[in-house]
């Protein structure tokens, strides 16, 4: 096994430049000191690993009809790149420490005789659940772009769902409608259980915030629902091989109103809900399956013909879609904003916890004095 291994790395190195470098260069980041390089995690965003996909991840894995199985299978990623994506610029790493930490990226005990590995990032519902995969540190590189305006009435008139007549259908706002549960659902919903919580509550609680079910809305973790369209067969474009079509490096992320250590004490542990609160910049407690939100309509928050799913500005949700439930002209009429507005004149230490984790203790921002103007208030 060792002579095959470094057969095998001997005969790729010839693949590639030899553009070999220490493990103790530093590299200076933009934010300023030089962060010592650790190897222990594979980013896409560094310079030289720019490549084209295609050079470390090939399409289809050999084991893609083993990790899901009869119907469910697909031709998908679904394996890691093999030791000849590296080995070309990383002779020296892959050499340096026994066992070398670079093995470590994919395999879960490394050494010249074993070849075991965490399960590849992809498909999601194995690898969340697995012990890299629960790291709390550990997030994708990459954004996903998804024109909506370009698929929704195609989702809505063919493609996942399964009736052909669903293109029949003179209500085009609701077959709109419709189409958003293809992709989106409410994460953990609490259905007919009694349950509210995410997790059980001490029995303190009282009215002391923690996670509702249902909160969040899910978005597409893997391939399952984009290649049902987007296969080789099919023909239609982008196709699976253009990862890059999809994939985007992530943008900086705004700030959001969410803390790691109030989930961290809650409990909460799901990826797809941190992943979803890490990117909640407008409010964190809304919750989309709570009676009063679950029957409104989508587009009454959320314009997705302006959405670039690229660039979190256009898809923040404004206060004024809260207007007509929780702004009143004053604070007699029941509005929550009034109320808390109002609160905080009186006590600058005021935290507005109605809508909010974190941003409520900020100074209150000119979108919410302006709504309660817009009811017919005074500022
Ligand atoms: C130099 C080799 C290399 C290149 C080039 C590369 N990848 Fe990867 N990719 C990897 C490795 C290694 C992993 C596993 C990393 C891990 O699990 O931490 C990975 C994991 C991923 C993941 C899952 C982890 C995450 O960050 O979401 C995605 C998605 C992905 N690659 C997409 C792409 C796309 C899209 C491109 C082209 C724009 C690309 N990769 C180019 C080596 C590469
Ligand atoms: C074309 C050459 C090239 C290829 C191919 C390549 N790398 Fe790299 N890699 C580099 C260079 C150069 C750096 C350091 C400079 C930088 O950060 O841009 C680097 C940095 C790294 C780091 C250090 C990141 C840090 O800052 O801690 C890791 C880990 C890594 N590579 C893993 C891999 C793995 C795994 C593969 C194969 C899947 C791979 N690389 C393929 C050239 C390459
Ligand atoms: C970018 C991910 C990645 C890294 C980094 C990596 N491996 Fe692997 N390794 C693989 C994959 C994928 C296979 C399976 C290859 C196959 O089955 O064709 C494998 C196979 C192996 C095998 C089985 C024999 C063989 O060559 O196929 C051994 C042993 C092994 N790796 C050891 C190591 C050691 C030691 C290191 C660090 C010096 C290392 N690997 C780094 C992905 C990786
Ligand atoms: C075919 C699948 C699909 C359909 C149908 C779909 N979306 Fe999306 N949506 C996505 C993907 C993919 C993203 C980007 C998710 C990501 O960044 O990982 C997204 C992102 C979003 C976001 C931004 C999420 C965030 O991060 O804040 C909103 C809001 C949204 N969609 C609303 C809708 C609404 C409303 C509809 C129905 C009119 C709809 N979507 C229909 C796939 C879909
Ligand atoms: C009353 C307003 C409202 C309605 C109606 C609404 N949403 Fe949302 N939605 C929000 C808010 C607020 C957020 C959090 C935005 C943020 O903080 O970034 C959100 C976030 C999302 C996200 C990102 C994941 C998450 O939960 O953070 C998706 C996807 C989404 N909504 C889809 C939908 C779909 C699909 C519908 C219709 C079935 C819908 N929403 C109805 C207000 C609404
Ligand atoms: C019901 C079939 C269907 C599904 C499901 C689907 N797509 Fe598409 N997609 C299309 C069609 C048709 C086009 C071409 C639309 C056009 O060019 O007007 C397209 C175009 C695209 C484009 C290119 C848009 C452009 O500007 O050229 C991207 C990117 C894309 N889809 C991503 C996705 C992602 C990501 C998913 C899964 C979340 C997905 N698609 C699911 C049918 C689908
Ligand atoms: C038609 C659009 C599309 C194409 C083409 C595509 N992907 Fe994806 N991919 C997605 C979406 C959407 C997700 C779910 C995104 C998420 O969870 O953030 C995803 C998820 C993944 C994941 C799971 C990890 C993660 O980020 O959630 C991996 C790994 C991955 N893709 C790799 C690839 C590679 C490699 C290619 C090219 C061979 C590729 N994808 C091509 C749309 C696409
Ligand atoms: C009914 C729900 C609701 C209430 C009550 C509420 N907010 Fe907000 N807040 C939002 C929404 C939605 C946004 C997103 C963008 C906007 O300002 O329109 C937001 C955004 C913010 C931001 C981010 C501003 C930025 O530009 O980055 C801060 C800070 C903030 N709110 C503070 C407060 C304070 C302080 C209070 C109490 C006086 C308060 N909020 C009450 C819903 C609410
Ligand atoms: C159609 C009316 C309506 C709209 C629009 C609406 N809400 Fe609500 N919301 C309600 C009602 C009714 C309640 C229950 C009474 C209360 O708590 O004020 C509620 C409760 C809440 C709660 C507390 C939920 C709980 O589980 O305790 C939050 C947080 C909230 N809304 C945030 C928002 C945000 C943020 C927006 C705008 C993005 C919004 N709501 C838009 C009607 C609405």
Redesign the pocket.
Known sequence: MIASLVFLMTLTFVYFTPLVFSQGQRRRSASGPAVPKKYSEFPHNAKAHQLVCATCHKFPSPNWNKVRSGSAAFPDITEYPQHESCIGCHRQQFFRGTPPVVCSICHTNPGPRDSSRHPFPNPREIFDTSKKGKQPSYS?DF????P?DK??EI??AS??QLSPFRNVNFRTRLA??E??????ANLFPQGESPDEFITPPPASIGDAFWLKKGTF?S???GHT??FTCHSQESGMLPAPTDCNS?HKLKPEMPAADFDSKIAVQMGVEQRVIL??WR???SSGKFRHEFTAHNDLS??T??T?GT?N??D?KT???SVTSCSICHVTATVDDGGAMNFEVQARKTDTKFQCTKCHVVFGSRPIPQSHIQAIIEAGGKP
């Open positions: 994708s954004a996903i772009g998804f909506h698929h929704i989702v809505a493609g996942a709109g409608e189409s958003c549960k293809v992709c989106h809305k978005v597409p973790t629902t984009c999809c992943d979803a990117r909640r910049d989508c587009d928050c959320h997705v959405i799913t690229l979190p898809k923040r949700v």
